[in-house]
């Protein structure tokens, strides 16, 4: 299980603030002005921080001193499983683990980060024959977590609970029943979501996301915007959907309503960062999305390169950075009738293992050691030498 994550953010402090016309659930940052405040709410200060929380897989069924071995799950035998977890094994996580997690961070991080990134997954595996999962074992335990980040960052405002930092969620495959499948919305789970998260999702954008499970959120006014994209429509595992390239398809409507996203804030002169639960992961032998969404998304984060500052995301449990070569783009492939040249490129499967990580690492080492080195600083040259290294990364940005 991988819990959380520390980001810096890639640019300066806000200069101005726009009021919005609604008073939100959540209250945006905004600059640090004692002489401006937003409705009743007084301005907290940027700290130039956020936390991304993913994989958190609460299991209400672990069992200290139980078996982390073979169908036992943490669930049952005996064996190592610890009190707060059973690290470097399948089991998910004992409430005891989910508990001090969010003590750590509302005694540690709560009053030093600006919003916060929460990437899915956020139910256990269906990893036990003898406990199998239910939708209703799904729902409560993001009722759970859900109520975890109330604890910490929520406030009392009259009848209801306001957010001191935006909260920004996404769906995991392990969120829904069966996993990995997420069918064409609106249905059961973009619907029961729409309820879990209402006070996550701007108002606005809840009947758009009851259709196909994303949205955004201006978490600094003006300045910057987290897209929540819902990656199960991308994911190579979801036999419910078929790729990015058949209008009929929501992965497709789904990067038309993020291309059009990112040139809204292109004309607004503001930045974007994109987040997800399955992350665009490919190599030369495997790859986690359809190619025809991994070839959108791709030519989107290079047409887009000025506005988007990063992107985060999870289910891989491994920490890393990930590059989209322009280069790989075929444009051919995002017609509605080509045919996908990498379908018989395998995918990671349901999950990603110690074994498929090492081939995958291994995989973009190589890729890595192409990347072009900036030039030495200390030579008279160096002008010269900072263009064609530009050059070289496709531009300033």
């Known amino acids: 299980m991988r819990l959380l994550r520390e980001a810096s953010l890639l640019f300066g402090a806000v200069d101005a603030v726009l009021t919005a016309p609604f008073e939100p659930a959540q209250h945006p940052l905004v600059p640090s002005d004692p002489q401006t405040v937003v409705g009743d709410t007084a301005h907290r200060k940027l700290h130039g921080r956020f936390l991304q929380i993913t994989d958190l897989h609460p299991d209400p069924f672990y069992k200290v001193y139980s078996s982390p071995n073979g169908d036992a799950a943490c669930h049952s035998k005996s064996g190592a499983a610890g009190y707060y977890g059973a690290e470097a094994t399948d089991c ?23 919003f916060v990134i929460w990437t899915g997954d956020s139910a256990r595996h269906d990893n036990d024959e003898r406990n199998p999962r239910s939708r209703d074992q799904v729902i409560e335990s993001n009722e759970l977590m859900v109520e975890k980040f109330v604890q910490v960052f929520g406030k009392e405002s009259g009848r209801t609970k306001d957010f001191i930092i935006p909260v920004v969620p996404t769906y995991g495959n392990n969120d829904i029943l069966p996993h ?48 929540s994209l819902n990656t199960l429509y991308f994911f190579d595992s ?97 017609r509605e009738d080509a045919e996908d040249h990498r379908k018989d490129i395998s995918s990671f499967g349901d999950e990603f293992t110690i074994q498929s990580a090492q081939d995958y690492l291994l995989d973009l080492r190589k890729r890595w050691s192409k990347l072009p080195g900036p030039p030495e600083t200390q030579e008279s040259s160096w002008p010269q030498k900072e263009s064609k290294y530009a050059d070289k990364i496709g531009g300033q940005w």
């Open 180 to 227: 990995n499948v997420f069918t064409k919305g609106p249905n059961k789970w973009t619907k029961a979501y729409s309820k879990i998260w209402k006070k996550f999702i701007p108002e606005e954008q809840r009947h758009g996301f009851e259709r196909g499970g994303w949205f955004s959120v201006e978490v600094i006014p003006n300045q910057l915007v987290v897209f």
């Open 92 to 114: 998910d996580s004992p409430l005891t683990l989910i508990n001090e997690t969010f003590k750590w961070i509302d005694e540690n991080l709560k009053d030093s980060i600006d």
């Open 238 to 334: 979801n036999a419910a959907v078929d790729g990015c390239s058949k209008k009929s398809e929501p992965g497709y409507e789904h990067m038309e309503w993020l291309r059009i996203q990112l040139q809204f804030l292109r004309e607004r002169g503001m930045k974007a960062i994109i987040m997800g639960h399955v992350p665009p992961a490919r190599t030369q032998s495997k790859q986690n999305w359809d190619e025809t969404c991994w070839q959108k998304y791709t030519l989107w984060t290079h047409r887009y390169r000025d506005v988007i500052v990063g992107s985060m995301y999870g289910h891989m449990n491994v920490d890393h950075f990930m590059l989209q070569d322009s280069e790989d783009i075929d444009l051919l492939t995002l």
